[in-house]
């Protein structure tokens, strides 16, 4: 038997609304009325470079002060609310230099020099900043027919269906997050392509510097000119600890065009402040001491998040107005899928507000609870993205499907409410 499931569809008016209803297929009438979204009411976009906030001016952060409830996505630093779309560009910024500083540690702008090879069988980088140099590679796999491919980053071999991937004719890009940032190594000797450069003590996290490597990787694609991979048609998945590392990377670099994130668990897409409630969650200082993933500004904050000024539902809304599919598995306590709900339909708020609901997805309606198992359930969201952001062919709608076994409820996390921006 399938589990009840929430349905909400977030291009409509009552996104933050739950009800629970019985599992419903993509493109049919809910039963709570209204209809599931068949067609996209919102621009697919891909920003043109690594981070379009670069030029924005941010300040300082003042004094933290506690505050259960989830920090105002559309609320700047200096207080005041953004009023218009064009807003959001350093709105974001904002957000990334908070995360950064106080969650996954300093992505460091684009090096120096990249440089690399971009084959049928695998892509070569090599990176030269501060003086000092690293290099890494990635394993290719190609669809059948001609190229040049769209192509899906793997992180760890470890995402979303690759025969499914391949099938619907997008490149398999597998990459190694170890050999950029290694895991099982100390807080002060932090070893991989990223340390080499930026130093053994850094104090940027494993997610982070993971999220680097793509980037790079990204670098060469599009140095190479695109005759064999589209550098404008790149997505990236992963799951468990690799799904936190694909959640930073769609966040982190606005050239990935879709990010799938699966079963990310705590310092992956659930909120921050709502893992120390929910029962059987990963701890946020066990997520914080099992490996140096996150920042080792964390550290401050994993006895009491409400204290941040950031939180995920505001890195979910990083990714907007891109293409963005979560995935999570409500059966395992630990992998907090309760505030993996809470983040998806917090970060959708800002998706609506600039107008691109239809771009955001959110399936945790499962059968099978096997961690990182492929799924049917995940075949065809997976298959109409893809063609939707990477082959630009679809024109399929993003919904909402929450299994009743962790739902949660936006409503009890925010006192905000989500403006209509103009332009």
Known sequence: MWAAAVFVSVAGPAA?????????????????????????????????????????????????????????????????????KSDWRCRRAEIKKL?????????????????????????????????????????????????PFPAVVVLGGFGADTATIKASGAAVITYDPLAVGRE?????????????????????????????????????????????????????????????GAFAVGAFDQRIALTMPIESGTAGAPILRGIPGEGGSQPLSSAYSEQPWLGDAFSSFTGNPSTLPVDTHEIVAMVAPRGLLIMENPHIDWLGARSGSVAALGGAEVYKALGAGSNISYWSDIQDGTHCAVRNEWKAPLQQNIQKFLLKTGSQAGVFRISSRKSGDLAEWRNWQTPVLTG
Not at 20 to 31: E, M, V
Not at 41 to 60: H, K, L, R, S, W
Not at 108 to 128: D, M, W
């Open 99 to 147: 995360a950064e500083r106080y969650v996954y540690g300093e992505k460091h702008t684009r090096p120096a020099s990249v440089t690399g090879t971009v084959s049928n069988t695998g892509i070569t980088v090599n990176v030269t900043d501060q003086g000092r140099s690293s290099s890494f590679s990635a394993r290719v796999e190609l669809p059948s027919g001609p190229g």
């Open 184 to 244: 099982g190594t100390p807080r002060n000797n932090k070893q991989g392509a990223f340390y080499g450069i930026y130093g053994a003590s850094s104090s940027t996290g494993l997610l982070m510097a993971w999220s680097w490597g793509v980037s790079r990787i990204i670098d060469v694609i599009e140095q190479s000119g695109g005759t064999l991979l589209k550098a404008d048609a790149l997505g990236v998945t992963g799951c468990s600890r690799y799904g936190k």
């Open 16 to 84: 933050g609304t739950l009800s629970a209803q019985a599992a419903t297929p993509l493109g049919t009438p809910s039963t709570t009325g209204g209809t599931a979204p068949t067609a996209a009411t919102a621009p697919q976009i891909n920003a043109g470079g690594e981070d379009d906030g670069a030029d924005c001016a941010v300040p300082t952060p003042g004094s933290l002060t506690p505050d259960s409830k989830l920090p105002d996505p559309f609320k700047r630093m200096n207080g005041t609310r953004i009023t218009a």
